[in-house]
C-alpha cells in the first residue's frame, strides 16, 4: 500500500513539474525525484516519466527541466563530498537514474546540447568555469572509485574525502597493471553499472548528430583527456573485469539459475563504455578545446607485457567460445550474448596496439578467436537482422589476414565439434575458413554481396601459405570461379570481373608456391578445366555480351529483369521472394544500408541501420595492377561495351593456369590410358609425386593488402558500434523512442 502510495506521489510530482511553475523553490519538492521510497528499481523510474511528458517539459516547462537536471547534478557532488553515506547510496543511484532517463530526451534538441556546456553559476569569479558537462562527467568519475559505494573500503588507510584518494588503489580486478584481488560485492557491482550506464548516455550525444558535426565527440573527448584523474584506473578496471569474467565459474549445472550473476550486467556495460571510450577521430581543425588525445587509446597501445597479453586474450577467447560450448545436459551452461562488442573490442585492440596482434598471432591461440568468428558469421547468414555481426567478423578477419602469420597458422588440423554447420570434410583450418567463406557467398543473405570482395581478399591474403587444401575446398573454390566467370553476370556491373581476378590470384598463389602437397586443388583445376578455357576464350562482341544479358533477363519478369542491369544479383544466390518488385530492388543493392537486430524479451523487435560497407581498395594498403584501372561509373544508364570487357579481359592473370593445363592434362590423360586409371586416388598420387619446377612463369611477388584506417570504416565501425549499444540497453530501454540521426530504428 505505502509503495503504490509512494509512486502515486512520484507521478503527481512529475505532472506539476510539466504543468506548473510550482514548488521550485522548495526542496522537498525537489527531493522526492530520487527518494529511496519513490523509486525503488530503474524500471519503475522510466515507466513513471514517459517519453511524452519529457518532451512537454522540455517544451513548456524549460526552467523546470533545467532546475531538475541540475539539482540532480548538485545533489550527486554534495553526496561525492561527504564520501556516499549508507544511508544516502540509494538517492545517490536514483539521481543517476533521473539523469539517464532525461539526457536522451534533452539531447534531441540543438539548444538543449548547448545547456550542458554553460557554465555554472559559481561563487568564486577567478576560477576557472566550470560546465554541466565537466562537472557530470567529474562526479561520475569520482563516484565509480568511492570506498564503501562502488570499491571496498581498504581499511585504515581509506582517504576522508575523495579529492585525496589514489584511485589507482581502488582498481575494480586484479589482471593487467594490478595484482591485489578485491573481494566481490554484488551491490557495488550495481552501482558501478548504474554509473556506467550514465557515463553512455552522456556520451550518446553522437548518435542525435549529423556524421559532419565538430561537437558530436565533446563529452567522449572531455572525459578521455587529462582532466579526467580516473583515466588509468577506470581504464584497467573495465579492462580486467571484462578479461577476468568466467561466465560458467565453477561449471556446476544451471548454476546460473540458483545465483543471481551481478557480474555479468556489469562486464556487458563495462565492455560497451570501453569500446566507447577507444572511439577518436583525427583533431578538427582549428581545435581549441585541449581534448584531442585520448588517454584511454593511449593506456591500450602502451600494454607491452606477454603476461599483460595472455590475460586479455585468454579472457576474450574464453567469452567468444562460450556460445559454443555444448553439454549432455540442455541449457545447463550459462551463455553469455556480448559475443559483438567483443569483437569490436578485439578490433580496437589489434588497431591500437599492434605487439598485441602480434602476440595473438605469434601461436596457435589466434585459431581460438578465428573458429568462434567464423560460427557466429555462419550461424547469422541467413538472417537479414545479424548483417552487421558478419560485416564486423569478416573486416576483424581481413584485418588479420594481413599477417604472414596467420596465413601460416591456419595450417593446423581442424578437429570438428560438430559446433559450425558446414559439409564434413577433413583437413585444417583453411579448410574451414574457405568453407564457410563459400557458404557466405553461396547460401548466404542476400544482403552480403558487397561483402563478396572482402571474403575474397582474405583468401588472396592467406594463399601463398596453405599447404594442404581438402578436396572439399578445391571445388569450392572452382565453382566460385564457375559462379563468377558467368557471362551474364560479368557484364552486369562494373566491378563484377574484380571478383574472378581476386579467385585466379588465389589459384596463382597456390600453384606457384605451395604446389607441393596441394595436389587435390590440382586436380580438381585439371577436372573442371573447362572453366577456364570459356573464362580464356569469353566473346566480347556486342552481340554475345546482349543475348547474354537478354538470356538472363528471359529468366525473370520484365521488370525484375530490367533491375538486375542496374542492380546485379550473385549468381550463387536465389533471389529472395518478395511480391513487391520496387522492394525486392531496394533490399537487393549492395551499397544499401544492412541492419542488425537485437530481440527485446517482451515487445516488439528492432533493428538499426548501418553504414554503407566500405568498397576494398578503400580498406586495404596495396592493390593489383588490374584494379588500378579507371572504373566505369556504374549507375541506371551503364552499358557493358566490348572495350570495356577487353580492357579487364587482357589483364586477366591465366598464363600459369593455362601453362599447368598445357604440361599436366596430356600427362594426366597418357597415365590414364596406359594404366586403364579410374580411380582418382591414383592420379592424386601421381600428382603428389610431379613437379613444375622450370615450366611454369616466373613467379610473381606476394601481395598482401592489409588493412588501413579510412573515415569510412570508422563511420561504419561507430554505426555499428551505437546501433548495437542501442538495441542491448532495453533493460531499461535507454534511447528508446528518442529521434536519433546516427542511424534508422526501425520496428520489425
Keep these: 500500500m ?71 547534478v548538485n545533489c ?53 568555469p566550470v560546465t554541466m558537462a ?45 595484482t591485489n584481488k578485491p573481494t566481490p560485492n554484488s551491490e557495488h557491482d550495481l552501482h558501478r553499472t548504474e554509473l556506467l550506464k550514465l557515463l553512455l548516455t552522456c556520451f550518446s550525444e553522437i548518435i542525435y548528430l549529423p556524421e559532419n558535426d565538430s561537437n558530436r565527440m565533446r563529452w567522449l573527448q572531455r572525459f578521455s583527456s587529462a582532466e579526467n584523474r580516473h583515466i588509468l584506473p577506470l581504464f584497467t578496471s573495465l579492462l ?20 543471481s550473476d551481478t557480474r555479468e550486467p556489469l562486464v556487458q556495460v563495462a565492455l560497451q563504455v570501453l569500446i566507447v571510450c577507444l572511439d577518436r577521430e583525427s583533431q578538427p581543425q582549428n581545435d581549441e578545446t585541449g581534448y584531442v588525445d585520448n588517454f584511454f587509446i593511449n593506456y591500450l597501445s602502451r600494454i607491452h607485457r606477454e603476461d599483460d597479453f595472455e590475460f586479455m586474450l585468454r579472457g576474450m577467447t574464453r567469452l567468444l567460445n562460450n556460445p559454443l560450448q555444448s553439454s549432455y545436459l540442455p541449457n545447463s551452461t550459462k551463455k553469455v550474448t556480448f559475443h559483438q562488442e567483443l569483437l569490436i573490442f578485439l578490433w580496437k585492440c589489434c588497431e591500437h596496439n599492434q605487439k598485441f596482434m602480434y602476440y595473438v598471432l605469434k601461436t596457435s591461440d589466434v585459431l581460438e578467436i578465428l573458429v568462434p568468428i567464423l560460427y557466429h558469421i555462419n550461424d547469422a547468414r541467413n538472417d537479414p537482422s545479424r548483417v552487421g555481426l558478419i560485416h564486423m567478423g569478416v573486416f576483424l578477419i581481413l584485418l588479420l589476414s594481413g599477417e604472414r602469420n596467420f596465413g601460416v597458422r591456419l595450417n593446423k588440423p581442424y578437429v570438428s565439434r560438430g559446433i559450425i554447420d558446414v559439409q564434413a570434410f577433413t583437413g585444417t583450418h583453411a579448410d574451414l575458413l574457405i568453407i564457410v567463406a563459400h557458404k557466405l557467398i553461396t547460401t548466404g543473405n542476400y544482403r552480403l554481396q558487397s561483402l563478396f570482395d572482402c571474403l575474397l581478399t582474405i583468401i588472396v591474403n592467406v594463399s601463398p601459405y596453405l599447404k594442404s587444401l581438402s578436396m572439399v575446398t578445391a571445388n569450392k573454390l572452382v565453382h566460385l570461379v564457375e559462379a563468377f566467370s558467368t557471362p551474364w553476370y560479368l557484364f552486369s556491373a562494373p566491378n563484377s570481373h574484380h571478383l574472378v581476378f581476386f579467385l585466379l590470384e588465389v589459384f596463382n598463389n597456390i600453384i606457384q608456391y605451395q604446389f607441393d602437397g596441394n595436389s587435390n586443388l590440382i586436380y580438381t583445376i ?28 528471359g529468366k525473370q519478369s520484365t521488370a525484375a529483369a530490367d533491375a538486375a542491369l542496374k542492380t546485379p544479383q550473385s549468381p550463387t544466390i536465389p533471389t529472395p521472394p518478395v511480391e513487391n518488385v520496387e522492394d525486392k530492388i531496394a533490399s537487393m543493392a549492395s551499397d544499401v544500408s544492412n541492419g542488425l537486430n537485437i530481440k527485446e524479451t517482451e515487445g516488439p523487435n528492432f ?61 594426366v590423360e597418357k597415365i590414364c590410358i596406359d594404366k586403364n586409371l579410374t580411380d582418382e586416388g591414383e592420379i592424386l598420387k601421381f600428382l603428389q609425386n610431379g613437379t613444375l619446377v622450370g615450366l611454369l612463369p616466373v613467379p610473381h611477388p606476394l601481395l598482401l593488402r592489409r588493412y588501413q584506417a579510412n573515415a569510412a570504416t570508422n563511420h561504419w565501425f561507430r554505426t555499428y558500434m551505437w546501433g548495437l549499444i542501442y538495441l542491448r540497453n532495453t533493460e531499461p530501454p535507454i534511447w528508446y523512442d528518442t529521434e536519433v540521426k546516427l542511424f534508422e530504428i526501425q520496428k520489425t
Design 134 to 178: 565537466g562537472a557530470l562527467l567529474t562526479v561520475v568519475g569520482d563516484l565509480l572509485f568511492c570506498p564503501g559505494f562502488t570499491v571496498s573500503k581498504l581499511g585504515t588507510g581509506d582517504p576522508v574525502d575523495l579529492a585525496s584518494l589514489d584511485s589507482c588503489e581502488y582498481i575494480w580486478q586484479n589482471g593487467v597493471g594490478f
Design 76 to 128: 550527486l557532488m554534495e553526496a561525492r563530498d561527504a564520501m556516499v553515506p549508507q544511508a544516502e547510496q540509494k538517492k545517490v543511484i536514483n539521481c543517476v537514474r533521473l539523469l539517464t532517463r532525461l539526457i536522451p530526451f534533452m539531447f534531441e534538441d540543438a539548444e538543449w546540447r548547448s545547456y550542458f556546456w554553460s557554465a555554472l553559476p559559481q561563487s568564486d569569479p577567478s576560477t576557472k
Design 526 to 553: 585439371i577436372r573442371k578445366r573447362q572453366v577456364f578455357y570459356q573464362l580464356a576464350n569469353l566473346n566480347t562482341d556486342a552481340t554475345s555480351i546482349f543475348n547474354s544479358l537478354k538470356n538472363r533477363r
Design 2 to 72: 505505502g509503495n503504490s502510495d509512494s509512486k502515486n506521489n512520484f507521478r503527481k510530482a512529475v505532472i506539476d513539474l510539466t504543468s506548473k511553475q510550482a514548488g521550485i523553490d522548495n526542496a522537498n519538492f525537489w527531493d522526492q525525484f530520487w527518494a529511496p521510497n519513490n523509486i525503488t528499481c530503474g524500471k519503475d523510474l522510466f515507466d513513471m516519466v514517459p517519453a511524452n511528458d519529457i518532451r512537454s517539459l522540455r517544451e513548456t516547462s524549460p526552467n523546470n527541466l533545467s532546475t531538475l537536471c541540475y539539482k540532480a
Design 240 to 259: 580486467n573485469v571484462t578479461c577476468s569474467y568466467d561466465p560458467v565459474g565453477y561449471g556446476l549445472p544451471y548454476n546460473y539459475l540458483l545465483v
Design 607 to 667: 533493428q538499426s541501420t548501418l553504414a554503407k560497407t566500405p568498397n576494398i581498395a578503400s580498406m586495404t594498403d596495396k592493390t593489383a595492377e588490374w584494379s588500378h584501372q579507371k572504373t566505369e561509373a556504374g549507375g541506371d544508364d551503364w552499358v557493358p561495351t566490348s572495350e570495356w570487357v577487353e580492357s579487364w579481359k587482357s589483364k586477366l592473370p591465366l598464363q600459369t593456369i593455362m601453362r599447368l593445363l598445357q604440361v599436366l592434362v596430356p600427362q
